[in-house]
């Protein structure tokens, strides 16, 4: 059993050091979704609706002080463009995958920032 996780882990980390740049990381379990930060964008499925999913990234982006710039709504697409008070540009990406589902992308600064985008998304997950 220890070295059927041993391997797996060794898999895990030699993946990750494979993706060079495009850093992977996996966090699963009951309940909780895929979370990947890739390309310098944080990638999440989250299990509620795109407006639910909406209306927790409207109170996020007011609770971290950030200026909204602007909201684009479509029928299953939802693109919101903010500042931060250092000036970083802070897009956030949601994408309807049915009722229930809802793909979310974070990017923070031209490159992207893991850290912060994560402190986003934590903040839009105690919003929900």
């Known amino acids: 059993m220890r070295t059927r996780f041993a391997i797996t882990l060794l898999v895990a980390l030699l993946s990750a050091f ?21 390309a310098g964008e944080l990638r999440s499925n989250e299990e509620v609706s795109l407006a639910e999913l909406d209306l927790a990234c409207r109170k996020a982006v007011a609770i971290l002080g950030y200026e909204k710039i602007e909201a684009t709504h479509e029928a299953d697409r939802v693109h919101w ?5 250092g000036g970083d540009s802070v897009e956030l990406r949601l994408a309807a995958k049915s009722s229930k ?21 934590e903040q839009i997950h105690q919003s929900l």
């Open 18 to 38: 494979a993706l060079g740049c495009g850093t992977l990381l996996l966090i699963s379990g009951s309940g909780t979704s895929a979370i990947t930060f890739e």
């Open 81 to 85: 463009k903010a500042r931060t008070a």
């Open 101 to 121: 589902r809802t793909e979310l992308r974070i990017r923070v600064g031209v490159l992207g920032n893991e850290a912060r985008a994560r402190l986003i998304l």
